[in-house]
């Protein structure tokens, strides 16, 4: 279970997941709102969906977890059950600064699940287990 976002960026995410499945481009009154609710990242975030830089790891169990390559080809590990993401811009905006609702790893995947397009890859349990701990990036 994913933890739930306002509801205003929720219906947008719907908003969009509905357009992109029946025209597979998003309109530019979807582009103002996303800004508008998510500010200057969504932009950022729209750049790594382009990029394909979103993968999904799923294990047998049904665990799930998004690895995103960032701008500086780092890999941060995110998680939407919890909205987290260990990047610093996560930590000192939406953490300490309580400036944003997420970073544009975390909301790259949302706007990646929403139009469909994020590849899923099958892990094991176990390295699904090593994941979670935070002890290696597969």
Not at 37 to 62: K, M, N, R, Y
Not at 85 to 109: E, M, S, W
């Given at each position: ?113 929403a139009m469909g ?16 701990g935070g002890t290696?990036?597969?």
């Amino acid at each position: 279970m994913r933890a739930v976002l306002p509801a205003a960026a929720e219906q947008l995410l719907q908003d969009i997941h509905k357009t992109y499945q029946e025209t597979s481009q998003i309109p530019d009154d979807l582009l103002i709102a996303l800004r508008f609710v998510f500010g200057p990242c969504a932009v950022q975030a729209l750049d790594l969906v382009e990029q394909h830089s979103i993968t999904c790891l799923s294990s047998p169990s049904g665990r799930k977890a998004f690895q995103v390559s960032g701008g500086s080809g780092r890999r941060y590990t995110c998680f939407t059950s919890c909205h987290y993401c260990p990047c610093p811009a996560f930590a000192y905006t939406v953490l300490r600064r309580n400036q944003g609702l997420l970073c544009k790893h975390i909301l790259a995947v949302y706007l990646s699940e929403a139009m469909g397009v994020t590849p899923v890859h099958g892990v094991s349990d176990q390295q699904m287990s090593t994941l979670l701990g935070g002890t290696s990036s597969l």
